[in-house]
């Protein structure tokens, strides 16, 4: 079992930055890969970053390479999502996930594990 507990959204003007924390509870941190996933009103929720188990391969969706960057601290068993530049297009709740294995994957329904999500709210 993995718990997961998100932290740091807020409101923030266009232009401006945040960076996310989900910490994780259990001692198989470093056995999982972890995600970010975002949900805004009326859409589905969307793949934003992932991180393999090791830290060594991360991806992104193309509407936030170059601006977000996802990073794991296993000793902390945390990860985060550093978020600059933000766009009011940005603005949804963030979820970060989790599942067993090496790689991350783009797809929600392979992520077993699911924090309750933090809002993030990018004003124009």
């Known amino acids: 079992q993995v718990q ?3 932290s740091g959204g807020g409101l923030v003007q266009a232009g401006g930055s945040l960076r996310l924390s989900c910490a994780a509870s259990g001692r198989t941190f470093s056995g999982v890969v972890m995600a970010w996933f975002r949900q805004a009103p009326g859409k ?3 793949f934003v970053a992932g991180i393999s ?3 060594l391969s991360r991806g992104y969706a193309d509407s936030v390479k170059g601006r977000f960057a996802i990073s794991r601290d ?3 068993n945390t990860v985060y999502l550093q978020m600059n530049s933000l766009k009011p297009e940005d603005t949804a709740v963030y979820h970060c996930a989790s599942k067993y294995g090496l790689e991350y994957s783009r797809l929600r329904q392979e992520y077993n594990y699911w924090g309750q999500g933090t ?3 990018v004003s124009s």
């Open 4 to 6: 997961l507990v998100e």
């Open 44 to 46: 589905e929720r969307e």
């Open 53 to 55: 188990r090791s830290g």
């Open 74 to 76: 296993n000793a902390k």
């Open 119 to 121: 809002q993030v709210t």
